[in-house]
């Protein structure tokens, strides 16, 4: 992808095009600033979109396509489709540690809370954290402490509660992508902001896979043995949790984010300046497997079976 261009685009993806735009104009509108940027084109479970009618600055040359995968059932919508009571109003959260054995401790100085401990794999690679509720304010700080061998950090949420966030997400010490896993939902404010080395998540999945292990949103861990990159989702709720974004979300070049929920609705701006932006809204009781093919990331739906044992890494429905 062009330097010019650095993904600011706004997607909107729905099961059902047709049902946005009408049963004989198939298509939906990615946009950029309110303005009409691209065009999607539904075709089988991809949706292509070329970039045109971008302002003169911005326009790639030659015209550059990025593609977004979807799911058949999902729904991923603008606000301007989104009635009053999906756009959520944030209230104050804190960062509180969940009890559960994961060893996540926090440190507040101020209006930043720093992040340490938690449970590493064991292959060095994964750093897991678990909370019981997970918030920001506007104009707090959440410091995940890291180090050169950390590859990713990967922070659950297990209270049962969405979390808000109108902070900055931060990742120091280290290089690691930030993993963020709340089935209750993720609504990120007009305030919330990124300072990360690598990579960003969201995700309200159940289930995060590594291989044929998995790691559940709730319940006990064995976390050693989750080696290795994530490579795989689990949605086995039948109404998967919501991501709201409503903040200026950017990672840094080369680098690439993910927002995959059951609803996904997006009034931000999304940047990954020589990077990925993959908005997946998935539908309940399903699994997506992600695998890397060049630049282009392929999302391929299954369905997910009613068995698994969490404790022993294994997908608990």
């Known amino acids: ?70 799911a058949e059932s999902s729904r991923a919508i603008a606000s301007s489709l989104a009635p009053p009571s999906t756009r959520p109003q944030l209230v104050a959260q804190n960062i509180t540690p969940a009890a559960d054995g994961t060893n996540t401790r926090v440190t507040e100085q101020g209006r930043r809370t720093n992040i340490s401990g938690g449970t590493v794999s064991e292959d060095g690679a994964n750093l897991f954290h678990s909370f019981e509720e997970f918030g920001l304010s506007t104009g707090e700080i959440a410091n995940f402490l890291s180090n050169d061998q950390i590859r990713n950090i990967i922070s659950r949420v297990v209270g049962g509660d969405a979390s808000y966030i109108d902070g900055l997400l931060r990742v120091s010490g280290g290089n690691s992508n930030l993993f963020l896993l709340n089935p209750a939902g993720i609504l990120l ?11 960003f998540t969201a995700t309200t999945a159940s289930g995060l896979g590594f291989g044929d292990r998995w790691l559940n949103a709730i319940g006990t861990q064995d976390y050693s043995s989750l080696v290795g990159n994530p490579d795989g989702f689990a ?21 690439n984010l993910f927002l995959l929920g059951g609803t996904v609705i997006n009034t931000g701006i999304l940047t990954a300046p020589g990077g990925n932006i993959t908005i ?9 497997r992600i695998s890397q093919e060049g630049q282009l990331l392929s999302l391929d739906l299954e369905a997910v079976g009613n068995r698994g044992r969490g404790s022993e890494g294994e997908l608990l429905a």
């Open 1 to 70: 992808m062009s330097n010019l261009f650095e993904k600011t685009v706004l997607l909107l993806v729905s099961v059902s095009i047709a049902s946005l735009c009408g049963e004989e104009q198939a298509q939906a509108y990615a946009l950029t600033n309110g303005a009409a940027a691209a065009t999607i084109a539904e075709n089988s479970t991809t949706l292509s979109v070329e970039l045109r009618s971008l302002p003169v600055a911005l326009t790639p040359t030659p015209p550059e396509t990025f593609t977004v995968q979807f």
């Open 280 to 288: 997946a809204a998935v539908p309940g009781e399903s699994r997506v």
């Open 189 to 199: 404010g007009t305030n919330a902001r990124l300072d990360l080395p690598g990579s």
């Open 235 to 255: 949605f086995t709720s039948s109404q998967p949790g919501a991501i709201f974004n409503a903040g200026n979300l950017a990672v840094s070049e080369g680098q």
